[in-house]
C-alpha cells in the first residue's frame, strides 16, 4: 500500500518562507509526476505546481517566480519551497503524486497540510 505523508505546514507572516514536503512509501516501482495543489474552502481545488519524472515543472501563475518544487527520487520525496508568502496563498496544501505500484498507475494524494499567512 502506498501512503503519502505531508509536511512543514504552518502559520507565517507575509513575506515569509515555507517549505512543504511529501514523502512517498511502499512497494513504488517508479513515479510518472508530482504535484501540488491547494484548495480553501468553498472552492476548488487548485494546481500550484508539477514536476515530471523527467525534471520539468510548471507554475499556476499566482506563484511564478515565488514558489519552487523539486524532487529527491532516491528518497521518494517532492518539496514545494514557498518564499514571499502572501495572504492568498492561504489554504490546505495536498501533494499528488502519479505511481505506478503493484495496482498499477494510479493518483495518490496526501492528507494535506495548513498553510496560514498572516498579514
Known amino acids: 500500500q502506498v501512503q503519502l505523508v505531508e509536511s512543514g505546514g504552518g502559520l507565517v507572516q507575509a513575506g515569509g518562507s515555507l517549505r512543504l514536503s511529501c514523502a512517498a512509501s511502499?512497494?513504488?516501482?517508479?513515479?510518472?509526476?508530482w504535484a501540488w495543489y491547494r484548495q480553501t474552502p468553498g472552492k476548488q481545488r487548485e494546481l500550484v505546481a508539477r514536476?515530471?519524472?523527467?525534471?520539468?515543472?510548471n507554475y499556476v501563475d499566482s506563484v511564478m517566480g515565488r514558489f519552487v518544487i523539486t524532487r529527491d527520487s532516491a528518497k521518494n520525496t517532492v518539496y514545494l519551497q514557498m518564499n514571499s508568502l502572501e495572504p492568498e496563498d492561504t489554504a490546505v496544501y495536498y501533494c499528488?503524486?502519479?505511481?505506478?505500484?503493484?495496482?498499477?498507475?494510479?493518483?495518490?494524494w496526501g492528507q494535506g497540510t495548513q498553510v496560514t499567512v498572516s498579514s
Open positions: 514536476i515530471t519524472s523527467g525534471g520539468n515543472t
Open positions: 511502499g512497494v513504488i516501482f517508479s513515479i510518472n509526476h
Open positions: 499528488n503524486v502519479e505511481i505506478y505500484g503493484t495496482r498499477g498507475i494510479r493518483d495518490y
